[in-house]
């Protein structure tokens, strides 16, 4: 046989960085289309966030803790201004808001029960509170949001807590949306809408504008749950120095601050990216407000948007939260994004799913879609299966586990006994922006840029 | 059961409310006057059993909010959100009332015998409100479910986004909004008309159903449409 020498074509591979192939895709897209892309999850892009910050374990100049002897407390005590009755957690992460609706009802009871057995809190969402939420959550938040679907005074009073729901870190400014795969009749009657149509929902109150109208709101509130209730206010990070304090001068007992790395079912892929500041800015300038007002401690704060470990935990405590909330965590704690979904204790393979999207595991985020491939954002009958709610409650409750081993773990090393005796000396920066923003020394120097020397 | 008076010049909100709350529905009060309310807000909040109260005077923000069951009655005028949310009952105002009346009332009758500001009846959910004045702009904006009566007029973009919520206008509407139509009246929206007003009192009574509009949602925005250029 003859064997004839290999020519190769040199092909250049010089990708833009302007125009790269995500870039090109958008563009593609925006011409085929002439609609925005909406889609699920949070912001993809890299923003200073809690990697950029490290912990100064205790040595000779601190004392640690024995990792696994010695007790360190996670109890926290949220809504002690004015509420007759606080809410007590055994720990400082809470389930963040998902509506019945973006969630299917299995989802709901997940939630409920891992949180319940874990001593926290879930919150209900855009679209009413279900009975299977109530019954398996012990402590239940209700959020009382713009467009007020399913909004109903006996919630209100079967409710552990109100959080009126400014915005949300994903959208600042947007209210939110539910495509119409997702209006199952369930759905539809639960927020008196149509069937099958795409929801909009509000962006502003219906009976109130501006914090001095919010001021008597929360005082309805309190006035219709004879001030038993602590009353929360939820707001995505922009200006959020500002809006803490005026969510604290009307009258809140617990400020949620919720980055622009926080998750949502659907919305404008723009909007996610491009609206709101990261959660590590947004702490410090939270905390910054509390303080100014001689509030912390009094005022408590919930951090959310991107937690996902116990380190996220402990160094948003550190900064001076008192508590955070977690959504995408949850999600993929019970599946997002896995290859696989499980039912009758075998793995099987939700390839067909992902591909039906046109996405793959790993890459998901077609939440909006309702064709969720491991039976969690939908309310398809057949897809919501793929989640058995046993499955769900035993695979969150480990996560919320470990997150809080790793916290207390964190806390010990720094010579805490209690998680909420973590404090801002205990970190410091790993990149200038993070320690500008977080207002913390770059590490190995005494540098916090803006505050000493330049 | 007793009628009480309950002057809020010498006792505190609060303890109204709680009365509200817990007396009245244990069955041991059947009609609460409330005087001296000098435009207090959140007057009879979450009432939950069909108790009686009438206010004498002016009434603040949220009055009669998510009222459930009672029937409050206001003898002047109401500050913004009155009636907000409400699931059942009957919130009466007989001077005007400020934004956001009945905004997201699921149920119940709301009566303005006199105006309503902007945004009257926005997000509705199953509600009934009959004006006897005009309404501010935006009123209706994005009902959802329910009726209103206007004897008066309406502002700009009246029913902006509307879903299934019926509006009926007698006077002149300034503008409708985004996907809001006049359709002509049936049988059985007369009759609605009718029983809306004439459930109303017997101020309402001279108006006849037939000079009224029909506007409801066209149902274009229900879906996304690729092809069509976006609103929003
Ligand atoms: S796997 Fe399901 S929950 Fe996760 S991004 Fe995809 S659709 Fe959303």
Redesign the pocket.
Known sequence: MDSKPVHFKRIAKEESWGYNRSTIDYIQNAAAHGLYEIR??GAKRKVPHFDDLVFLGASLSRYPLEGYREKCSTKTILGTRFAKKPIELAIPITVAGMSFGSLSANVKESLGRAASEMGTSTTTGDGGMTQEERLSSKTLIYQCLPSRYGFNPDDVRRADAIEVVIGQGAKPGGGGMLLGQKISPRVAAMRTLPEGIDQRSACRHPDWTGPDDLAIKIQELRELTDWEKPIYVKVGATRTFNDVKLAVHSGADVVVVDGMQGGT?ATQSCFIEHVGIPTLAAVRQAVDALEDLNMKGKVQLIVSGGIRTGADVAKALAMGADAVAIGQGV??A?????ETYVQNGAHFS?ED??TA?G?A?GF???????????????QDVILEQRLNPDVGAKRLKNYLKTLNMELTTIARACGKQNVHHLEPEDLVALTVEAAAMARLPLAGTNWIPGISGY | MEHLTFDLAQRPLRELNQLLHTDAEAGKIGKVTVSNPDGAHNIAVGLNCPVEVEVIGHAGYYVGGMNKSASITVTGSAGTGAAENMMSGKVHIKGFASNGAGASAHGGLLVIDGDAGLRCGISLKGGDIVVGGSVGSFSAFMAQAGRMVICGDAGDALGDSLYEAVLYVKGNITSLGADAQIEPMSETDYAAVAALLQQSGPAFAAHDPHDFKRVASARTLYHWNADADQEY
């Open positions: 699920g999850l079912a999600l993929y019970l599946g997002c994004n896995s939700a799913g992902y999207l996405t595991a998901c985020h077609h939440c909006h879609t309702g064709k969720c491939p491991v039976g969690i954002t939908t």
